[in-house]
């Protein structure tokens, strides 16, 4: 090909270009090689003022080394590069972006954070790939309209910039399923945010939000709400309809009073801290079924109700620097990793009791239950409660109201018929037999290695926890229960997992493998997605590093996925 001809055509959409020297930075060529091979280009922190032009026509000019040898292997043929899908140019100093970003409509992710961006081209429009955008740590003020035509944008990050406002059409953007807005200035959210109804994950938190619209309610796939850090006095009644709700991070705000959650039943993590709430009624714990974390600390509580108690999956309880004085005894029945009291007016438990520990504090509250019923044993059984032959009490109304069946710290070896008598024609949908001694079927602190098959056949399962047991595999038939949210299974042996037959569980959120035997963790399990909280303490393996597993689930899946093999 003579140099006229190579010269001769410039026009990207008219033929091929030479590769010719930038008069701006320039990149080693090896790597463009490997990116038209790969369709991956990563120019993360390299100084860059400006993105070379040779990046943008990496797809549409003639490489420089088919310009210095013309005799090609078959291996090396430059027309049949692949078109670049994932450009990462973070980390750099770059203040704007050329119009011949439209140059490379392959794009499936483009990364631009930690830069000088205050806009963006309107070309963005014509990236109809892009699946995912990073534009946070920049100075973007407001974003074009051209970005709401982005109809394949699953992932958009645009925490830690300057906007005030959203453009119109917004809503538009329909297959987005994680959006973080966080430490920006936004002082509302559109109503037409409703109609996001792909989003899985808001994330709105150090605004400077005073409400938020009653519409949210309308996004039925919201899993992860964080409003952390924003200047919300009330929160909408129709925010505990969200059904599909799981987290909710309601931090450091201005809240009096909390809404009911008739609807919550997935809610696993309500966080609540720093706000000035004065009450906590049963209204706002009773539909509350599913919850493991409760952070109430620093308000302005001066009690706890009763019904507290009934949360039998409540693993960690903060209730410091509030004005509490006294715990119903019944919270020593809750099966808590963590209770935090420090910073109460507390009369009825001791300090010393407290500085041992949340163990140490729970047995406390369960002897103070057996001094209190010494003398009421003998009289006849209360509406909420019943005796067995086992000198142990049922609490019907956990039973008629979580669906919950408990019997647990017993050091058992089998559980009595009238426990289950106690159920009559309840519906019952979580079981707690843990802490026993028993050799099968039942759950945790046990020595179980195996699940039978018939198992599959619990059609409504929705957790099941298996820790401190023996199982050196997640029983297979595991991946038969299509309602699993969440699976407990720490503290076992398990060396393997199988990140096909999981990525078939759509609705699993929760898998805890923390303290097992994994010597590898499948780079396939980031393709499970539905995944919000994945815990891997405690295992043997060495990628990936802590450092990774401490940045949270997202981050650790997102991991996973750069290391499946081509």
Same mark, same amino acid.
């Given at each position: 090909?003579?140099?006229?001809?190579?010269?001769?055509?410039?026009?990207? /959409?008219?033929?091929?270009?030479?590769?010719?020297?930038?008069?701006?930075?320039?990149?080693?060529?090896?790597?463009?090689?490997?990116?038209?091979?790969?369709?991956?280009?990563?120019?993360?922190?390299?100084?860059?003022?400006?993105?070379? @032009?040779? #990046?943008?026509?990496?797809?549409?000019?003639?490489?420089? +080394?088919?310009?210095?040898?013309?005799?090609?292997?078959?291996?090396? &043929?430059?027309?049949?590069?692949?078109?670049?899908?994932?450009?990462?140019?973070?980390?750099?100093?770059?203040?704007?972006?050329?119009?011949?970003?439209?140059? $490379?409509?392959?794009?499936?992710?483009?990364?631009?954070?930690?830069?000088?961006?205050?806009?963006?081209?309107?070309?963005?429009?014509?990236?109809?790939?892009?699946?995912?955008?990073?534009?946070?740590?920049?100075?973007?003020?407001?974003?074009? =309209?051209?970005?709401?035509? $982005?109809?394949?944008?699953?992932?958009?990050?645009?925490?830690?910039?300057?906007?005030?406002?959203?453009?119109?059409?917004?809503? @538009? $953007? %329909?297959?987005?399923?994680?959006?973080?807005? %966080?430490?920006?200035?936004?002082?509302?959210?559109?109503?037409?945010?409703?109609?996001?109804?792909?989003?899985?994950?808001?994330?709105?938190?150090?605004?400077?939000?005073?409400?938020? !619209?009653?519409?949210?309610?309308?996004?039925?796939?919201?899993?992860?709400?964080?409003?952390? %850090?924003?200047?919300?006095?009330?929160?909408?009644?129709?925010?505990?309809?969200?059904?599909?709700?799981?987290?909710?991070?309601? &931090?450091?705000?201005?809240?009096?009073?909390?809404?009911?959650?008739?609807?919550?039943?997935?809610?696993?993590?309500?966080?609540?801290?720093?706000?000035?709430?004065?009450?906590?009624?049963?209204?706002?714990?009773?539909?509350?079924?599913?919850?493991?974390?409760?952070?109430?600390?620093?308000?302005?509580?001066? %009690?706890?109700?009763?019904?507290?108690?009934?949360?039998?999956?409540? +693993? /960690?309880?903060?209730?410091?620097?509030?004005?509490?004085?006294?715990?119903?005894?019944?919270?020593?029945?809750?099966?808590?990793?963590?209770?935090?009291?420090?910073?109460?007016?507390?009369?009825?438990? /001791?300090?010393?009791?407290?500085?041992?520990?949340?163990?140490?504090?729970?047995?406390?509250? /369960?002897?103070?239950?057996?001094?209190?019923?010494?003398?009421?044993?003998?009289?006849? #059984?209360? =509406?909420?409660?019943?005796?067995? !032959?086992?000198?142990? &009490? #049922?609490?019907?109304?956990?039973?008629?109201?979580?669906?919950?069946?408990?019997?647990?710290?017993?050091?058992?070896?089998?559980?009595?018929?009238?426990?289950?008598?106690?159920?009559?024609?309840?519906?019952?949908?979580?079981?707690?037999?843990?802490?026993? @001694?028993?050799? =099968?079927?039942?759950?945790?602190?046990?020595?179980?290695?195996?699940?039978? =098959?018939?198992?599959?056949?619990?059609?409504? $399962?929705?957790?099941?926890?298996?820790?401190?047991? &023996?199982?050196?595999?997640?029983?297979?038939?595991?991946?038969?229960?299509?309602?699993?949210?969440?699976?407990?299974?720490?503290?076992?042996?398990?060396?393997?997992?199988?990140?096909?037959?999981?990525?078939?569980?759509?609705?699993?959120?929760?898998?805890?493998?923390?303290?097992?035997?994994?010597?590898?963790? !499948?780079?396939?399990?980031?393709?499970?997605? @539905?995944?919000?909280?994945?815990?891997?303490?405690?295992? !043997?393996?060495?990628?990936?590093?802590?450092?990774?597993?401490?940045?949270?689930?997202?981050?650790?899946?997102?991991?996973?996925?750069?290391?499946?093999?081509?």
């Amino acid at each position: 090909m003579s140099r006229q001809l190579r010269t001769s055509r410039f026009d990207p /959409r008219a033929g091929f270009h030479a590769e010719g020297k930038d008069s701006g930075p320039s990149v080693p060529q090896g790597l463009l090689k490997a990116a038209r091979s790969s369709g991956q280009l990563n120019l993360a922190g390299r100084n860059l003022g400006e993105v070379p @032009q040779c #990046v943008w026509r990496i797809n549409v000019d003639i490489p420089e +080394e088919a310009n210095q040898n013309l005799s090609f292997s078959s291996t090396e &043929r430059w027309w049949d590069q692949t078109d670049l899908t994932k450009l990462i140019i973070s980390s750099n100093k770059l203040q704007s972006l050329s119009d011949d970003l439209r140059l $490379l409509p392959a794009l499936t992710v483009l990364d631009i954070h930690d830069n000088q961006l205050t806009s963006l081209p309107s070309a963005i429009r014509e990236l109809d790939n892009l699946q995912k955008l990073n534009l946070s740590h920049n100075k973007l003020k407001m974003l074009p =309209e051209e970005i709401t035509s $982005l109809k394949n944008l699953k992932v958009l990050h645009l925490q830690h910039n300057e906007l005030t406002c959203l453009p119109e059409g917004f809503e @538009q $953007l %329909s297959s987005l399923e994680d959006l973080d807005l %966080s430490s920006n200035r936004l002082a509302a959210v559109p109503a037409g945010f409703a109609l996001l109804s792909s989003l899985l994950r808001l994330n709105l938190s150090s605004n400077q939000l005073k409400s938020l !619209p009653a519409e949210i309610s309308r996004m039925k796939r919201l899993k992860h709400l964080d409003c952390d %850090s924003n200047l919300l006095e009330t929160v909408p009644p129709d925010v505990g309809s969200m059904e599909s709700l799981e987290l909710l991070y309601l &931090r450091r705000n201005k809240l009096r009073v909390l809404p009911e959650f008739p609807s919550s039943r997935q809610l696993k993590e309500l966080h609540l801290g720093e706000n000035q709430i004065e009450m906590l009624g049963a209204e706002h714990l009773q539909h509350l079924q599913a919850i493991l974390v409760l952070d109430l600390r620093g308000n302005k509580l001066r %009690s706890v109700p009763e019904e507290l108690s009934l949360l039998q999956c409540l +693993e /960690r309880l903060d209730l410091s620097n509030n004005d509490i004085s006294s715990l119903p005894c019944s919270l020593g029945n809750l099966h808590l990793k963590f209770l935090a009291l420090e910073g109460n007016p507390l009369r009825t438990i /001791r300090r010393e009791i407290i500085a041992k520990g949340t163990q140490e504090v729970l047995k406390y509250l /369960r002897s103070k239950i057996k001094d209190d019923s010494g003398t009421s044993q003998n009289d006849s #059984v209360s =509406e909420t409660a019943m005796t067995l !032959p086992s000198e142990s &009490r #049922v609490n019907v109304h956990a039973i008629v109201t979580l669906k919950l069946l408990d019997y647990s710290d017993k050091q058992a070896t089998l559980i009595p018929d009238d426990i289950f008598d106690a159920t009559r024609s309840n519906t019952i949908a979580s079981v707690n037999f843990s802490k026993n @001694q028993l050799c =099968e079927i039942p759950k945790r602190n046990n020595f179980l290695s195996s699940l039978p =098959e018939e198992m599959s056949s619990l059609t409504k $399962l929705q957790t099941i926890n298996l820790s401190f047991n &023996r199982f050196k595999v997640l029983p297979p038939v595991l991946y038969d229960i299509p309602t699993l949210e969440a699976v407990l299974i720490s503290n076992n042996q398990v060396g393997s997992v199988d990140p096909h037959k999981m990525k078939l569980m759509e609705n699993l959120s929760t898998l805890d493998l923390q303290n097992n035997d994994l010597l590898q963790i !499948p780079p396939e399990l980031g393709n499970c997605v @539905q995944l919000r909280t994945l815990l891997l303490d405690g295992n !043997p393996f060495r990628v990936p590093r802590a450092a990774i597993l401490m940045k949270g689930t997202a981050a650790v899946l997102e991991y996973l996925r750069d290391r499946i093999p081509a």
